[in-house]
């Protein structure tokens, strides 16, 4: 595809219809282990595309008005005039205002405005086929997806055991009784509890 006599709007139409998806790849472990898309994975779907179509990204830190702010550019190679922009305050915690805090929230901030600003849609690493291969990975079979539910509900119920959770035991328990692939998670919950005790 020749992408000289693109207009910006023209091209960003263009990459919308490859409907791309990034993947969160990564979890947040100071927030209750939520997924995100590392900034590397954001770049990595979208930079061939953007290559492809002529269109050219670029993030700086800047100060707005007397705050930090991280500033998105998108703009056409061919005609670097037309563009468009997107600023995101930076906002540091209080007290903590150092070059390791400022990176992270530079970081923060890149995944989110490259995101908004092409409409991206993020997705779950298991959500589905197209996302596995997004990122080089082969769906799972149904053997693996077996074997991860079954140590799955192993870990809970290891979790049930340490913290005195019956409740949680008993609705793995629940779970796994006529499941042929889950008589191991049965099992294991012999071992660790009191069956009387446990799924009552």
């Given at each position: 595809?020749?992408?000289?006599?693109?207009t910006?709007?023209?091209?960003?139409?263009?990459?919308?219809?490859?409907?791309?998806?990034?993947?969160?790849?990564?979890?947040?472990?100071?927030?209750?282990?939520?997924?995100?898309?590392?900034?590397?994975?954001v770049?990595?779907?979208?930079?061939?595309?953007?290559?492809?179509?002529?269109?050219?990204?670029?993030?700086?830190?800047?100060?707005?008005?007397?705050?930090?702010?991280?500033?998105?550019?998108?703009?056409?190679?061919?005609?670097?005039?037309?563009g468009?922009?997107?600023?995101?305050?930076?906002?540091?915690?209080?007290?903590?205002?150092?070059?390791?805090?400022?990176?992270?929230?530079?970081?923060?901030?890149?995944?989110?405005?490259?995101?908004?600003?092409?409409?991206?849609?993020?997705?779950?690493?298991?959500?589905?086929?197209?996302?596995?291969?997004?990122?080089?990975?082969?769906?799972?079979?149904?053997?693996?997806?077996?074997?991860?539910?079954?140590?799955?509900?192993?870990?809970?119920?290891?979790?049930?055991?340490?913290?005195?959770?019956?409740?949680?035991?008993?609705?793995?328990?629940?779970?796994?009784?006529?499941?042929?692939?889950?008589?191991?998670?049965?099992?294991?919950?012999?071992q660790?509890?009191?069956?009387?005790?446990?799924?009552?």
């Amino acid at each position: 595809m020749t992408t000289k006599n693109l207009t910006l709007s023209e091209a960003l139409l263009e990459f919308k219809k490859r409907e791309l998806k990034v993947v969160k790849d990564s979890k947040n472990s100071f927030y209750a282990n939520s997924e995100y898309a590392d900034i590397n994975n954001v770049l990595k779907t979208i930079q061939p595309t953007l290559n492809d179509l002529g269109i050219v990204l670029v993030q700086s830190v800047q100060i707005q008005d007397g705050f930090d702010v991280l500033q998105t550019n998108i703009s056409m190679a061919h005609n670097p005039s037309e563009g468009l922009s997107s600023s995101v305050r930076l906002v540091m915690p209080q007290g903590k205002e150092n070059m390791q805090t400022l990176g992270a929230c530079v970081t923060y901030a890149r995944r989110y405005g490259i995101i908004s600003m092409l409409s991206l849609e993020a997705i779950g690493v298991d959500a589905d086929d197209d996302g596995n291969v997004a990122i080089g990975m082969k769906p799972k079979t149904p053997s693996q997806k077996r074997s991860d539910h079954v140590v799955k509900l192993k870990s809970d119920l290891d979790r049930a055991k340490k913290t005195g959770n019956l409740e949680l035991a008993t609705n793995v328990y629940e779970e796994a009784d006529g499941t042929d692939y889950l008589i191991p998670v049965i099992d294991y919950h012999s071992q660790l509890f009191d069956n009387t005790e446990a799924t009552l």
